[in-house]
């Protein structure tokens, strides 16, 4: 008998590849606008850490 798919799981690895891939890409921008002389306000910088610690569980 064949095993039933975990949808949920499924769904779940979709979700976190998406928010990794916007998570890249904001820092990438982020870094463009240093890199142009615009400081970065140390709010964003400490999202930036907090997300990346959930990236780990």
């Given at each position: 008998m064949?095993?039933?798919p975990n949808y949920?799981?499924?769904k779940r690895q979709k979700d976190l590849a998406r928010q990794k891939k916007?998570?890249?890409?904001?820092?990438k921008k982020a870094l463009k606008k240093d890199a142009q002389g615009n400081?970065?306000?140390?709010?964003?910088e400490?999202?930036?850490t907090t997300d990346g610690d959930q990236?780990?569980?």
């Open positions: 064949a095993r039933k949920n799981f499924e916007k998570e890249e890409k904001l820092q400081d970065i306000p140390e709010s964003e400490v999202e930036g990236e780990s569980e």
